[in-house]
Nanobody, 123 residues
Framework: QVQLIESGGGLVQAGGSLRLSCAAS????????LGWFRRAPGKERDFVAS???????YYAGSVKGRFTISRDNAKNTVYLKMNSLKPEDTAVYYC?????????????????WGQGTQVTVSS
């Protein structure tokens, strides 16, 4: 059974940094696309970033230049480094995995999901 487990969330002041991790088990994801999404209170789940199996990266406009997605296939782990955090980045962050190698920005294109980790940015 595939499981994705996020960690690294927490409370940080505006301008600070956090690094989220997502460890996958129950399968090998070296040839799968991986992504991060977030859901702010009262809003839909939004795309944050994705990375293909070859390492191509895609970002939402709101995080481009501040967030960096990366993966370590040997550890079956995907990361999201978040710098220059803003209060509007406050949300539950979810990692997701696709069965295919190509990236995607739509939640329904992903097959596996983590339980989410809370990120709160104070002003």
């Amino acid at each position: 059974q595939v499981q994705l487990i996020e960690s690294g969330g927490g409370l940080v002041q505006a301008g600070g940094s956090l690094r989220l991790s997502c460890a996958a088990s129950g399968g090998t994801f070296s040839t799968n696309a991986l992504g991060w999404f977030r859901r702010a209170p009262g809003k839909e789940r939004d795309f944050v970033a994705s990375i293909t199996w070859l390492g191509s990266k895609y970002y939402a406009g709101s995080v481009k230049g501040r967030f960096t997605i990366s993966r370590d296939n040997a550890k079956n782990t995907v990361y999201l480094k978040m710098n220059s955090l803003k209060p509007e980045d406050t949300a539950v962050y979810y990692c997701a995995a696709r069965r295919t190698p190509s990236g995607a920005a739509i939640p329904s294109d992903y097959d596996y999901w983590g339980q989410g980790t809370q990120v709160t940015v104070s002003s």
